[in-house]
Each structure stands twice: as C-alpha cells, then as structure tokens.
C-alpha cells in the first residue's frame, strides 16, 4: 500500500492519528478511556489511541521526532501548571520547528484519516501543502498554518482539565477557518490557511517559541457543552 506521506509502496503501519502520549491522562486505572462521539450511543471502551494504516515505518520515525519532543516537553516537564490562576499563561523556550510540526502533523493526519471521527476535518488543497511541509521538515513562517491554544480549565478552581480528548471541530475565527482539537488540558486551534495576519492574531506561536495561552472554562467552550447535553439527551450508556 502507498503510505501517505513519503508516497511509496509499502508496508503500513497502524498508524495514530493523535499521538498515543496525547491519551496518557485520560486513561482509567485498567488503561482504557471511553470514547464520546455524536455519532455513538454508546461510550465504547478503547485501549489504544485511533489508529489507521497511514504510513510506512520510515515515515513513522519521521513524526516520532515531533511527537518524542511534546510528549517529553509538554508532559514530562509539565509546562502548564496545574491550576491557571491566570487569565493569560506565558510558555516559553519552544522549540518552534519540532512543536509545529508536531500539530500540523496532527492536522495533517487527521485530514487523511478514513475513520469517522474525523470525517468532518477536510483540508481541500492544503493536504499536499501540509504533506510537502512535514515530509520535508519545514514547519514554515507563524502565518503559515499558525496554532495557538487556550488552557482549558474548571469553573472556579481553574484546575487544568487534563482528562479531555476531542476530535478535530471545525471553527471559523475571525473568517479564516481552521480546527480546534483537545488534549494535553489544551483547546489547540490549527489556522487552515498559509498567509494569516499576525497582527489580527497575536496570540499564534512565533519563532521566538513563545506561547501566549489564554485560559478557558470548560463550561464556556460549546464543543465540549453541546457533546454533554447531546450525551445527557440521549441517555448515552458504558458498552463493555
């Protein structure tokens, strides 16, 4: 089979499409975390982050740079704290091209994904540009496919909420599209676009490696309110 990246024949590995240290907080204590989807009435039991035959083994080292670099600095050092008692929290000594890449590799993925989860996260023409960028190992400039986050936190104690994995929701910000994912107690939104505004978006990580993360209560973030109503609607129960 052709794996998606480098475009060669080859063998495929089974493939995550969000890196498998983004699902480390969310497991219970018999590694398993529970799906929630719109699509489900069930909250099915899974014990491996979603994974597809997407690349070959050599493409797969490839994004392991990426992925090795957050999940050592994002988790291991934990750079957010654990409560954001402020309204704005200030990350610094980024490594711009591995921590870009690494979410634009997640876009990426999730863009070429078949599974249903992520059905709704097309990329149109900047699939082969995202695919060009990350085999090549060009993050490009901050305007190009720029991210940023919002730490997402509890009402009124303002603890992280690192227990939380959303699928990609497609948003329109400020009329430039683009996707917001969760993990790592973050809202991270990912600009589908290749010459945004840096002075309309300040907040976009910048060469410098330093992230402005403005805080966010959960119960202000509509994606993840609209999922616990439907859920509470529906009557949705544990399969397994």
């Known amino acids: 089979m052709r794996c998606k990246l480098c475009q060669e024949d080859k063998i495929l590995c089974?493939?995550?499409?969000v890196p498998e240290s983004a699902y480390g907080?969310?497991?219970?204590?018999?590694?398993?975390?529970?799906?929630?989807t719109n699509m489900k009435e069930y909250l099915r039991p899974l014990q491996k982050g979603l994974r597809e035959s997407l690349l070959c083994g050599d493409c797969e080292q490839?994004?392991?740079?990426?992925?090795?670099?957050?999940?050592?600095?994002?988790?291991?050092?934990?750079?957010?704290?654990?409560?954001?008692?402020?309204?704005?929290?200030?990350?610094?000594?980024?490594?711009?091209?591995l921590f870009k890449l690494f979410?634009?590799?997640?876009?990426?993925?999730?863009?070429?994904?078949s599974r249903e989860e992520f059905a709704n996260v097309n990329l149109g023409q900047h699939e082969e540009d995202l695919r060009k960028l990350i085999l090549y190992d060009k993050p490009g400039n901050p305007n190009q496919y720029g991210i940023f986050g919002y730490i997402l936190v509890f009402?009124?104690?303002?603890?992280?909420?690192?227990?939380?994995?959303?699928?990609?929701v497609e948003v329109d910000f400020y009329h430039v599209t683009g996707f917001h994912i969760i993990f790592g107690g973050c809202?991270?939104?990912?600009?589908?676009?290749?010459?945004i505004d840096?002075?309309?978006?300040?907040?976009?990580?910048?060469?410098?490696?330093?992230?402005?993360?403005?805080?966010?209560?959960?119960?202000q973030y509509d994606p993840v309110m609209d999922l616990m109503k439907e859920r509470h609607n529906r009557g949705w129960k544990r399969k397994g």
């Not at 809202?187 to 010459?195: C, E, G, P, S, T």
């Not at 910048?206 to 119960?219: A, C, F, Q, T």
Request: charged residues 15%; aromatic residues 14%.
């Open 25 to 36: 907080p969310i497991y219970d204590g018999q590694h398993r975390f529970f799906e929630v």
């Open 62 to 97: 490839h994004l392991n740079k990426y992925e090795s670099y957050f999940a050592n600095t994002w988790f291991q050092n934990s750079l957010i704290p654990t409560h954001a008692s402020n309204e704005i929290t200030t990350i610094e000594g980024l490594d711009y091209h």
């Open 155 to 168: 009402p009124g104690n303002y603890q992280v909420c690192h227990s939380l994995l959303i699928q990609p």
């Open 14 to 17: 089974q493939s995550h499409i």
């Open 187 to 195: 809202v991270w939104h990912y600009f589908l676009a290749n010459d």
């Open 103 to 113: 979410h634009m590799s997640i876009l990426w993925r999730a863009g070429i994904a």
């Open 198 to 219: 840096l002075n309309q978006f300040p907040f976009v990580l910048k060469e410098d490696g330093i992230l402005h993360m403005l805080r966010i209560e959960v119960d």
